[in-house]
């Protein structure tokens, strides 16, 4: 059997290149959604949050997770378009927290 020729792997500057070109293809879809998240978050809790349980870590994480499928799911909406991919998310997301808040 013939040996398979060495495939050049990728350079460092090719790699981050490919991911400016994710970055701008992604900002195309949701702008710049991920400025806003700590406004609103600061308007759900103007108070603070704290968490001390690993169980409430874990639920805000799902929470969190939700928001920011619908913070990129806003950002459609305001161009007039959907986001069905943010939608399903957010309904997988949503059971994933129920099930934890089954556990209160």
Partial sequence: MKPKPHKKKSTVPKRLAKLGK?????HKIYGPDYVYVGDVLFSMFPDGLTL?????????YMFVFILSKINRYSQCLA???GHRDSLNDISVYSQMLEELDDDL
């Avoid at 994710?22 to 992604?26: H, K, P």
């Avoid at 001390?52 to 805000?60: A, G, H, K, M, S």
């Fill in 52 to 60: 001390r349980t690993p169980e409430q870590f874990r639920r805000f």
């Fill in 79 to 81: 161009r007039g378009t």
């Fill in 22 to 26: 994710l970055f701008e293809d992604r």
